[in-house]
């Protein structure tokens, strides 16, 4: 007899002997139907997820239209697209956006009503529209801004999340619209806060990795406003397709080469500093391979918990081959430590940003030139103008480099380098209420 059969033997007479002492056991799903899964409310969530280390969880729950309870009369929620198209006839790279920003609608009606209008400012009356907003970075940058008042808006309360208006249609899967500024509308039009430009697209979407940042936007948090601002991106990376149209020229864009990315954000107030940071665009200075499968986002600033400001705090994931790594104060078992330092010079604004739990690291540097962004514009739910040096781009250039700790033959813990990573078309924010440098 082989030492297989022998244990394949004793393994029997074992399970013979233990069986007799045992009771017999039912299994408590035996007698369910193969679909019992079905019959969960949809609400309960899987326990597993819980302890899973993954963020990536899409949740269209936190996707979906927030403005309700309080936030309907004091509060913003937008749907956020950066994407890159392909000039149908030079060839040339363009980088887009798109974003349907609404606030206060339970104060609104037939026309928008805006917040720095001067007779609105007087008569304390607060912001209330869909804004449509959409633009490029680079060559030609600008942002275009439609506007409708609430009774020409139309927006499904529950899940998955659809938001309409005259030609503008955004949901999870697709968005199309039509946004048009004159320069006559630019001059007497200050309040849209706009710039004169026409854009025309027709998108589908495929939200492929998610950054669920746990239970910070937790359906506890989100009922209880316990933050100021919001942040879920149910597409870290999205893959776009069909064509844009911008100033007459036609731009295609297609899946591989769009390094697409969705996410929301909602609340009552911004936050300052105010950072964003993410790319899909990834290769690899060790092996000089494109990764295909990985994305990295951060976001944050100095959170808001009510009116208690925190310390300096950034939310960060990075997917890397399928392997996730996450940055997150919220989750604090974790023990994330993060420092950043985000500097503006003449032409240029630089980020810095170094995240690390006890078993990994990130460094990130990330640049993006000040002739290629835009300084976007938000009126606040309050009716005031609070981020005029809002620095938003889509051709930002970085590096990153991330580590894992790994036990050396010397019985130490050392770190070990996972990958020093080039990252393009990087999607990068940076802007502060009162000044534009940060503090170290």
Same mark, same amino acid.
């Given at each position: 007899m082989s030492i297989t059969d022998d244990m394949k033997e004793g393994a029997s007479k074992v399970k013979n002997m233990v069986g007799k002492h045992l009771p017999e056991i039912p299994n408590p799903l035996e007698h369910l139907p193969d679909n019992w899964r079905d019959y969960l409310p949809k609400s309960v969530p899987n326990p597993l997820d819980m302890i899973d280390m993954s963020f990536n969880h899409p949740d269209e729950f936190r996707d979906a239209f927030m403005l309700k309870g309080s936030l309907a009369k004091e509060g913003y929620d937008w749907w956020w697209h950066s994407f890159t198209?392909?000039? !149908?006839?030079?060839?040339?790279?363009?980088?887009?956006?798109?974003?349907? +920003?609404?606030?206060?609608?339970?104060?609104?009606?037939?026309?928008?009503?805006?917040?720095?209008?001067?007779?609105?400012?007087?008569?304390?009356?607060?912001?209330? +529209?869909?804004?449509?907003?959409?633009? !490029?970075?680079?060559?030609?940058?600008?942002?275009?801004?439609?506007?409708?008042?609430?009774?020409?808006?139309?927006?499904?309360?529950?899940?998955?999340f659809?938001?309409?208006?005259?030609?503008?249609?955004?949901?999870?899967?697709?968005?199309?619209?039509?946004?048009?500024?004159?320069?006559?509308?630019?001059?007497? =039009?200050?309040?849209?806060?706009?710039?004169?430009?026409?854009?025309?697209?027709?998108?589908?979407?495929?939200?492929?990795?998610?950054?669920?940042v746990g239970y910070g936007a937790s359906k506890t948090m989100r009922e209880t406003d316990a933050f100021q601002m919001f942040w879920h991106a149910q597409g870290m990376k999205s893959a776009f397709a069909g064509q844009v149209i911008w100033n007459g020229e036609v731009y295609l864009v297609s899946p591989d080469t769009c390094y697409g990315y969705a996410d929301k954000n909602w609340g009552k107030d911004f936050t300052s500093p105010w950072v964003w940071?993410? !790319?899909? =665009?990834?290769?690899?200075?060790?092996?000089?391979? #494109?990764?295909e499968n990985s994305v990295f986002d951060i976001g944050g600033g100095c959170p808001k918990v009510g009116p208690m400001e925190l310390d300096r705090k950034?939310?960060?994931?990075?997917?890397?081959e399928g392997m996730p790594y996450e940055?997150?104060?919220?989750?604090?078992? #974790?023990?994330?430590? #993060?420092?950043?330092?985000?500097?503006?010079?003449?032409?240029?604004?630089?980020?810095?940003?170094?995240?690390?739990?006890?078993?990994?690291?990130?460094?990130?540097?990330?640049?993006?030139?000040?002739?290629?962004?835009?300084?976007?514009? +938000?009126?606040?739910?309050?009716?005031?103008?609070? =981020?005029?040096?809002?620095?938003?781009?889509?051709?930002?250039?970085?590096?990153?480099?991330? +580590? =894992?700790?790994?036990?050396?033959?010397?019985?130490?813990?050392?770190w070990e380098l996972v990958d020093d990573i080039e990252a393009l078309n990087i999607g990068c924010e940076y802007g502060e209420y009162d000044k534009h440098k940060v503090k170290k």
């Amino acid at each position: 007899m082989s030492i297989t059969d022998d244990m394949k033997e004793g393994a029997s007479k074992v399970k013979n002997m233990v069986g007799k002492h045992l009771p017999e056991i039912p299994n408590p799903l035996e007698h369910l139907p193969d679909n019992w899964r079905d019959y969960l409310p949809k609400s309960v969530p899987n326990p597993l997820d819980m302890i899973d280390m993954s963020f990536n969880h899409p949740d269209e729950f936190r996707d979906a239209f927030m403005l309700k309870g309080s936030l309907a009369k004091e509060g913003y929620d937008w749907w956020w697209h950066s994407f890159t198209g392909v000039n !149908s006839k030079t060839g040339k790279e363009k980088a887009f956006y798109i974003e349907f +920003y609404t606030i206060n609608p339970e104060l609104g009606g037939d026309q928008p009503v805006f917040g720095q209008m001067n007779m609105e400012k007087s008569s304390g009356k607060r912001p209330s +529209y869909l804004m449509v907003n959409v633009g !490029s970075w680079g060559e030609d940058a600008a942002q275009l801004h439609r506007f409708f008042g609430w009774d020409d808006v139309n927006v499904k309360d529950e899940v998955p999340f659809l938001i309409s208006a005259a030609e503008c249609f955004c949901s999870e899967t697709r968005t199309l619209g039509k946004v048009e500024v004159t320069p006559e509308d630019v001059k007497n =039009h200050p309040e849209w806060l706009s710039d004169a430009g026409k854009m025309i697209w027709d998108l589908q979407i495929d939200k492929e990795i998610a950054f669920n940042v746990g239970y910070g936007a937790s359906k506890t948090m989100r009922e209880t406003d316990a933050f100021q601002m919001f942040w879920h991106a149910q597409g870290m990376k999205s893959a776009f397709a069909g064509q844009v149209i911008w100033n007459g020229e036609v731009y295609l864009v297609s899946p591989d080469t769009c390094y697409g990315y969705a996410d929301k954000n909602w609340g009552k107030d911004f936050t300052s500093p105010w950072v964003w940071l993410s !790319s899909n =665009h990834l290769i690899s200075n060790l092996t000089g391979q #494109t990764l295909e499968n990985s994305v990295f986002d951060i976001g944050g600033g100095c959170p808001k918990v009510g009116p208690m400001e925190l310390d300096r705090k950034l939310l960060s994931a990075f997917y890397y081959e399928g392997m996730p790594y996450e940055f997150n104060f919220s989750k604090v078992w #974790t023990l994330t430590k #993060t420092k950043f330092r985000c500097k503006e010079t003449a032409t240029k604004i630089i980020w810095r940003v170094m995240q690390e739990t006890p078993t990994v690291k990130m460094y990130t540097k990330v640049e993006c030139l000040k002739k290629d962004m835009l300084k976007i514009r +938000y009126e606040a739910p309050d009716g005031s103008f609070r =981020h005029k040096n809002l620095w938003n781009g889509g051709n930002g250039t970085g590096n990153i480099k991330l +580590y =894992h700790k790994k036990i050396t033959l010397k019985n130490k813990w050392e770190w070990e380098l996972v990958d020093d990573i080039e990252a393009l078309n990087i999607g990068c924010e940076y802007g502060e209420y009162d000044k534009h440098k940060v503090k170290k």
